[in-house]
């Protein structure tokens, strides 16, 4: 079974930088894309950042400039660097990885990132 473990969320003040790390492992035989979501209480999740197994990479307005997705494949890994965080960047931060056959998309449980003084 696949597994999708986040870490690296936590609080830091406007201005500042923090990086999320998504891990997979499980019964992985190929990951296509991966990215990451985020959602707000009472909103619906919104898409972040894109990033496909060969590199190519896309990003919400609200972020681009501010936010780089990246991956090791060798890993099973992407990876969130964000800066400039805005209080508005405050949400549950989730992954998910992409794979040919099922279960097709796999989630990960989610990490909490509160952007505040």
């Known amino acids: 079974q696949v597994q999708l473990v986040e870490s690296g969320g936590g609080l830091v003040q406007p201005g500042g930088l923090l990086r999320l790390s998504c891990a997979a492992s499980?019964?992985?035989?190929?990951?296509?894309?991966m990215g990451w979501y985020r959602q707000v209480p009472g909103k619906q999740r919104e898409l972040v950042a894109v990033?496909?197994?060969?590199?190519?990479?896309g990003y919400a307005d609200s972020v681009k400039g501010r936010f780089t997705i990246s991956r090791d494949n060798a890993k099973n890994t992407v990876y969130l660097q964000m800066s400039s965080l805005k209080p508005e960047d405050t949400a549950v931060y989730y992954c998910?990885?992409?794979?040919?056959?099922?279960?097709?998309?796999?989630w990960g449980q989610g990490t909490q990132v509160t952007v505040s003084s």
């Open positions: 998910y990885a992409d794979f040919s056959v099922s279960p097709f998309r796999s």
């Open positions: 499980g019964g992985i035989f190929r990951i296509n894309g």
């Open positions: 990033i496909a197994r060969g590199g190519s990479t």
